[in-house]
């Protein structure tokens, strides 16, 4: 199976899906991602799946949590103030051990903000917003072809660990229109679902129940709360051993280093070629996961003496993660949303603008 | 005005509000912060002050927003799925610029956990769980003393900056039982609240509206986006610089700094003195504000070689902000809420326990 | 298409929405009518027709209200508290004049009542508790087979007058087990859903609105909101005079005509019978519609100086549409959920009962 | 204490809570109601009572629950919508045995309809909009001073009762602006409330809870769901005995008799002077409770063959009870919102129209 189509990245979430096999859909409309839910709304009845409009974005992920108990291959998709309104589930999510897939295309914030491309939800991504300290694999495409796959994985990596993954992508990557190679990936074998709600039992008080191993109700199936945390802190550790992804473009040789993530990496990617079509020596490592992040790369650079551009659709984010990495070893530059813009503009990113700054660097 | 109670943690919160000049409070019960409510339940409608249980967490912290905005002192406390809830309001609040206290009494998570001692919010506290990348002053308390004195810091900070801050303590602290003085802190001179809303106005469109320059509603008083988010960076820079608290204790020739917060601190100076006594060299750093972070002596101390022993009641979130300050150049251990401690227990943090691990790295 | 059945009555009404063609059910779970979604879960999302579980009884009504305005034949089901939670929308489906049925399973009442059967529903059905005096026909069937065969009426009706029907039963018909034959009954033509909402389409401001004259929003089609209460005026006297539907037994030669709707008119049948076979002259009106109500028929009986004993499981509701028939000119009497049952009773009305009633009054 | 004030119908409302001694308001915005709320706004939290703007209708009247649960006063106020929204908890409150006001202002339906003059709100006032068949007692001002009188009545009867009362007006009368003598009633003794919920204590099974005897879980003070019934039934047929109210002016000669209640009850005593000028002799019967209704007065004077004209701003529904008295004995005429109205008009019914119709029927 493959087919070529041309859309834009937040179609290629619904396609994505569809490959992965993704059952059903719920969701509330909110710019700048309102094309997904169009997607599912239209793709999902006819081939027998569900696309449901909750009254929500709270109800959306309850009505997420409800299918993934029931072992569905389910999704969601927001946008910032969707997002904060889903922390809470988002922690039950993680709590019960249900894998679900979370779409978040950032706008710009905090409050109302705009519906305009940003990077302003790094950290309630990465970080996890809701409360408890679980952890969440973030997964950030940058192309309308890798939005498609990455969708692929998401779905995969859920099942996997048995937790929710997030998609965080852009409105830039999500409007963008570029050819998409329509292809089911094979990631290999899954665990079998034994753990879903699968009907109704008595319990030894003659009540009715649903017998669901996922609801994390101890002493199922650990013996105490500590000993369910040592088990989630080993799922942690093992997502963040084996699910590390990030793309290293001409970094061997690089005397500095651009790092960034979702559409301003495709703004980099240019910077960098402009800058080598100069003689200059640059690289670029972009993250695909931000979270587990790629430290050690970035360490093993720094302690090199490379230095970075963070270059950023925000007031400064994952620079933090990256000034982590390098202390004062080297140096951590950023470029965001705010630099050197004249006022009035839009803050959106451009290779000139980083390109003139790699020459201010070098 | 100076009298001496004997109060737990949870009251000493109602007992700072009070000497802060706090006039409104808003909450839902939620286990372990309840004794917070009460005491607000019952000394505040007394004072002719309001006390008010919403219909949820969420509609709390619109109460607190809509008061806010008229210029009240006000307040709201909870706990972790209490703060999840609050998580889209935290973000309208910070984007609004309006000063208001969120309480945060730690409970063990993700989901359902425990209503028990836990610190397992630090994440989506310091680097905020809402979207759109803003930030708050996050203030720990290691006392009941504290507890009291952090609250007044906590509105004073509120009003000098119009932002949001959230007191961040557990359950331990909230239940110990201590000698509280009370007594009315003077910080200085608050700026006017020349911004709040007063009443109605026509606008050109004859359309009455609140008069509210709170409400961030462009142009006013900035002329687009970027010339605010240009503001927001500049505040958030100034409470870095500015704001950044922490204790030191025996650090001047430790060859090992326990780090920890709230009441694990308590544990950590106990070990310490017990080290001490054996002619361990051993200190103690306390952040008391844990956004922002005391980055800066934890990375002199790496440069030195010196050991560090991070000690939370988590997985082990806090952490992860040390090791971007240590990095390679030292060690960075952890004592978290499974170290070695035997299923079913209760993974509460004692002071030899934290010897134990302190001879070990010794 | 012929079958025959052997279900209860709560199952009756979901085959006799599948008669009707009904494509769609939105509802929340309340005792005793859970049978009702229970079928409607089991037997719609096999045929590709939708089931949804919403979040309350208030998403059902309002998602059964989106769903009609694009010309769904659409339903809900509920009992006593989640029909007070639907009153709003109610009135809104008056307003927008969309067809759509609500089944309302009659539990006791007020507040949370009990679960058992009633007849305490009457007065909020037949008067609407909804805010506007707006109408709607209310049909009662008393048999499994009259469930299935009204359901499918209902859903003439609503299609018909533009406008809800509510099909008024109770929680012993709803679990009484008898045979059903399955038949798709014809009541002729209806007219062209020209009026639903079909896309989208640019207002003179150039902004997309949805198209659809069922909002109800002036002046379409209606010059003013005078011309459509007047419209409406036609459209509820039109209902009162073609609408009627009752059934008489044994009326003829009655001295005593017993009045009941659902489960008591069973009851009631079988204790005139014990009657007749006494010599005793006793004969049944029971309204199948509650509204319109039959007046008529009980007041030319009235006239005739003929008695009345309504029997009611309430405190007497739809006594009082009987009264006002009557009058000073005849008697009425009533049996109702109290009358003479000892401390304890459930309440239940059995025929021996009512036919002791009988030869007290004759 | 006598006061003199100028003041609207809707400001009488709130004059005649505080001479009843009221002590919690609690509402949502709605037209044309808004000025009661504002009142209370402004002149509750000054005397240390209690005004709170709830986050809806719902929440409001659940508020007003709580309250009344501990004893306070309290009182909500809305229009058609929010009442619709409230019904479940009217249901809640009658179960409960508490006492609390509830004002309507009646505006146009159903659905959105308009916020102008109504009287569409007859039949979910006083059969009840709620579940179960429970009863309330229906109070109808038709002047500013009648409305702060009555306002008084109400909160005499909820008490006297233990039973929510409704307090039904319109949008005319509450904003006519009128002298009102401020005055408190004495209506003399009240029982103990001896049944509020007062603090605290220990179940058998050793848990805490509330200590409530409003809650009317059984089988406290009734011993099972029936006797309880048994118990409202009594109360409703003493509410019903006791509580009728209604005034009659110029009927002991009259041919024909005006029957309306709230607004048209002023335009008719006009049309009536109108028609005794001219030597017609009408007459006019206000009910003042519109449950309990005036039924017995209506029936004498049927016998005696006088016609009756109501005139009721809406389709025409207390003009249903009028007939249920009348019956073929005389004749009932309606003059309602639509008729002989021309299109444009706003359906205001005035004394020139009214006197129109009188001259055609006489």
């Keep these: 199976m493959m087919e070529r189509l041309f859309v834009i990245g937040n179609e290629a979430i619904g396609w994505g899906a569809l490959m992965a096999d993704c059952d059903a859909f719920f969701g509330y409309p909110i710019t700048p991602q309102n094309e997904v839910a169009e997607w599912f709304s239209r793709e999902f009845p006819r081939r027998g799946k569900v696309f449901f409009q909750a009254t929500s974005e709270t109800s959306a992920i309850n009505l997420v949590y409800g299918a993934a108990a029931y072992g569905v291959r389910v999704m969601t998709s927001t946008s910032g103030p969707g997002w904060s309104l889903m922390q809470e589930t988002m922690s039950h999510l993680a709590n019960a051990e249900l894998p679900a897939v979370v779409v978040l295309v950032q706008r710009g914030g905090p ?176 993250p695909i996961t931000a979270w587990p992040f790629p430290y050690q790369v970035l360490r093993e650079k720094a302690r090199q003496g490379v230095k970075f551009l963070v270059v950023e659709d925000s007031l400064g984010l994952m620079v933090e993660d990256v000034q982590s990495c390098v202390m004062k070893q080297s140096e951590v530059h950023l470029l965001n949303m705010l630099a050197r813009h004249s006022p009035g503009e839009t803050g959106l990113l451009f290779p000139e603008r980083v390109f003139e700054e790699i020459r201010r660097l070098l």
């Excluded at 002493?219 to 369910?228: K, S, T, V």
């Excluded at 979702?262 to 020596?281: F, H, I, K, N, T």
Aim: with cysteine; hydrophobic share 35%.
């Design 111 to 286: 409050g109302m903000g705009t519906t305009r491309h940003s990077q302003m939800d790094y950290f309630t991504a990465t970080r996890c917003g809701g409360h408890g300290g679980y952890k969440n694999i973030v997964l950030c495409p940058s192309s309308v072809q890798e939005t498609h796959d990455l969708m692929q994985l998401a779905f995969y990596l859920a099942d996997k660990y048995r937790n929710p993954v997030v998609v965080l992508t852009d409105a830039l990557i999500g409007m963008t229109l570029e050819t998409l190679e329509l292809e089911k990936i094979d990631f290999g074998p899954l665990p079998e679902k034994d753990w879903t709600a699968k009907g109704r039992a008595r319990n030894k008080d003659g009540q009715i129940h649903i017998v669901n191993s996922s609801q994390g109700l101890f002493p199922w199936p650990y013996p105490n709360y500590l000993a369910f945390l040592t088990h989630l802190d080993e799922k942690y550790k093992a997502m963040t051993d084996a699910e590390l992804r990030y793309e290293s473009y001409q970094v061997e040789d690089a005397e500095l280093i651009l790092v960034a993530y979702g559409y301003p990496s495709g703004v980099c990617r240019e910077a960098c070629d402009m800058a080598r079509s100069q003689g200059l020596r640059v690289g670029l490592v972009r």
